[in-house]
């Protein structure tokens, strides 16, 4: 292989991303071009160095040895850069800008709304990016500054803190919660229709104790989105298990039983960051004011408080 000192940091990036993306087709959108062009710049790449990079079949893009050597090459140079642009934003004093939080669906719907206004007013100069998604975002590669999970994280280079405590619900459709007349035992939902969830253990715990709990109950539908299902439930499809945070809260939804004590599997809201940037104002301004808030909503959180609509 001719020397690959001849790559561009531009060169890299496409070749990591092709390999990532098995091939120039799925990458072109990560690489924010068009198709054509990324086969185009990969072509271009092997004839500097004259050198196969990726093997071509049917079943897609196999790195060849040279390949590999430029694609772990390009993966220390990322995370150089990574690391280079935390230490770098991690010192930012300012408070203008964007801050950029990952949270799950139901703690983007159901708990930031209500407290970005209150933020903005003491902060004018940030804007909130909320990215509302179940899957993980990486705090180390920047995709995010601040993350919301329902779990302690385990990577070392980021810190935690548990901000709220959550319990489960049964909710319905308030013509189907008005017909069941009051219920204070899951016992006595014996044969009622179920909207089931899926995608964790945690849904298949709450599945499994419904089963168990539930003489004759029948899952009538599932899917792997809490707030899927809150729609769902809402819609008369059945009555479904939900955090009192996000029951509570739907539009269309009343309570069969909450808090569901009986259901063992309570959960918890970790906000973690990088530890590099622990120092930045926007990440800090933004981390004390959502201590602040989970507080305020602690028995929102608990299942203890007073329905808040949407």
């Known amino acids: 292989m001719q020397e690959i000192s001849k790559l561009s940091w531009e060169d890299y990036r496409y070749v990591l991303a092709i390999s990532r993306a098995d091939g120039p087709s799925k990458a072109a959108d990560i690489l924010g071009v068009n198709v054509s062009t990324a086969f185009r710049r990969l072509e271009k790449i092997e004839r500097s160095i004259e050198t196969q990079l990726f093997d071509r079949s049917r079943k897609g893009y196999l790195p060849t040895e040279a390949g590999r050597e430029v694609i772990h090459a390009a993966e220390i140079m990322e995370q150089a850069a990574y690391a280079a642009d935390?230490?770098?934003?991690?010192?930012?004093?300012?408070?203008?800008?964007?801050?950029?939080?990952?949270?799950?669906?139901?703690?983007?719907?159901c708990f930031l709304p209500r407290h970005i206004r209150s933020f903005q007013e003491k902060h004018p100069g940030l804007c909130v990016n909320v990215l509302s998604e179940n899957s993980i975002l990486s705090l180390a590669d920047r995709e995010a500054d601040i993350a919301l999970r329902p779990k302690r994280p385990n990577n070392e280079t980021l810190i935690g803190r548990k901000i709220a405590s959550f319990t489960w619900g049964?909710?319905?459709?308030?013509?189907?919660?008005?017909?069941?007349?009051i219920v204070d035992d899951p016992k006595g939902l014996t044969g009622q229709q179920f909207v089931g969830w899926t995608g964790s253990a945690l849904a298949a715990a709450s599945e499994e104790w419904l089963e168990?709990?539930?003489?004759?109950?029948?899952?009538?539908?599932?899917?792997?989105?809490?707030?899927?299902?809150?729609?769902?439930?809402?819609?008369?499809?059945?009555?479904?298990?939900?955090?009192?945070?996000?029951?509570?809260?739907?539009?269309?939804?009343?309570?069969?039983?909450?808090?569901?004590?009986?259901?063992?599997?309570?959960?918890?809201?970790?906000?973690?960051?990088h530890e590099d940037m622990r120092q930045n104002a926007r990440v800090r301004a933004f981390i004390d004011h959502i201590i602040e808030a989970a507080q305020l909503d602690s028995a929102l959180f608990a299942g203890n408080a007073p329905s808040r609509r949407l």
């Open 170 to 181: 049964i909710y319905g459709n308030p013509r189907s919660v008005e017909a069941l007349g």
């Open 212 to 273: 168990n709990t539930v003489s004759g109950v029948q899952i009538a539908c599932r899917s792997g989105s809490l707030i899927t299902n809150a729609l769902l439930a809402s819609n008369s499809v059945g009555l479904t298990m939900l955090p009192c945070l996000l029951g509570a809260s739907w539009p269309g939804l009343r309570s069969v039983i909450s808090p569901l004590s009986e259901f063992g599997a309570a959960g918890e809201v970790w906000l973690a960051i």
């Open 86 to 109: 935390r230490t770098v934003t991690g010192q930012d004093q300012r408070l203008t800008g964007e801050v950029r939080v990952t949270a799950t669906e139901a703690l983007a719907m």
